[in-house]
């Protein structure tokens, strides 16, 4: 099993930057393809971004691709989201989750471990 703790989130004015990190504890996180999602306020929990367990290859929502980034670094068992140009639409708790398998993909019951979730704000 792998444990997941989500830190970074935070208030943030439109146009700026954040960077989320999910340190993993337990088995290495280079066993598993990692993600990120996210729940808006009073809206389902959404897909943002996963990667391969080398961290080769990425997928993003179409809503975020071009200004988030996510990566990973297996030495420290630790994968990151880097957040930018946000807008308040990106408002919402992130969570970072787990799945093992060579394959990342969209779906959020494919994904067996689940941080507890850290909330970034946009203010516009």
């Known amino acids: 099993q792998v444990q997941l703790v989500e830190s970074g989130g935070g208030l943030v004015q439109a146009g700026g930057s954040l960077r989320l990190s999910c340190a993993a504890s337990g088995r290495t996180s280079s066993s598993y393809v990692m993600a990120w999602f996210r729940q808006p306020p009073g809206k389902e929990r959404e897909f943002v971004a996963a990667?391969?367990?080398?961290?080769?290859?990425?997928i993003y929502a179409d809503s975020v691709k071009g200004r988030f980034i996510i990566s990973r670094d297996n030495a420290k068992n630790t994968v990151y989201l880097q957040m930018n140009n946000m807008t308040p639409e990106d408002t919402a708790v992130y969570y970072c989750?787990?799945?093992?398998?060579?394959?990342?993909?969209?779906?959020?019951?494919?994904?067996?471990?689940w941080g507890q979730g850290t909330q970034v704000t946009v203010s516009s």
């Open positions: 990667l391969t367990r080398s961290g080769g290859s990425t």
């Open positions: 989750a787990g799945a093992p398998g060579p394959i990342p993909t969209m779906t959020s019951r494919q994904y067996g471990y």
